[in-house]
């Protein structure tokens, strides 16, 4: 019965760990890192949208840019091209640096530029809306009371 145990055991850990590695596996990750040595009126121009951003300060005339993009559920070909095509932008010099990422879709929508075109071509009719103008020549409005006069507010 001890021999049972351990081998079921065993069993439910190894399959745990491939589940982790299989799941693990699913992730594409690309890391980002650039240094830059700046002056005391350098600026940091940052255009980004769809990021979490973390800043630290440290008494140093350098600036570390340091960034990673995940895509979960993505082919190692998606991964790359979408990596490819929108990655982090890190340009600067001792002056000014810009941080900015590119496309502000998912990556899973980047092959539909190509159909969009299509939905310039849809035509919907609109039906004409009944002349209104008769119903509000009838319609009365009665005059309102005159508000009673406020109390001024106390001090």
């Known amino acids: 019965m001890n021999n049972y145990h351990q081998i079921r055991h ?3 850990v190894l399959a745990c760990f491939l589940l982790a590695i299989g799941v693990y ?9 650039e240094t ?9 121009a940052i255009n980004t949208s769809h990021a979490d951003i973390e800043f630290d300060t ?25 990596f490819e095509e929108n990655g982090i932008k890190i340009l600067g010099n ?11 879709k998912s990556w899973q929508f980047r092959t539909m ?3 969009l075109a299509d939905l310039e071509n ?6 004409e809306i009944p002349d209104l103008e008769p119903f509000f020549m009838e319609l009365e409005i009665p005059e ?12």
């Open 10 to 12: 065993k069993s439910l």
């Open 36 to 44: 830059f040595k700046v002056g005391d009126n350098s600026v940091l």
């Open 25 to 33: 596996g699913q992730t594409q990750r690309k890391e980002y890192k």
């Open 144 to 155: 309102l009371p005159e508000l009673a006069e406020m109390p001024p507010i106390p001090p």
């Open 94 to 104: 001792s002056e000014r640096i810009e941080v900015a990422t590119s496309g502000s």
């Open 58 to 82: 440290w008494k140093r005339n350098e600036v570390v840019i340091e960034a990673s993009i995940e895509l979960e559920g993505a082919t190692e070909e998606e991964a790359a091209a979408y």
């Open 113 to 115: 530029n190509g159909h």
């Open 122 to 127: 849809i035509v919907i009719d609109i039906p």
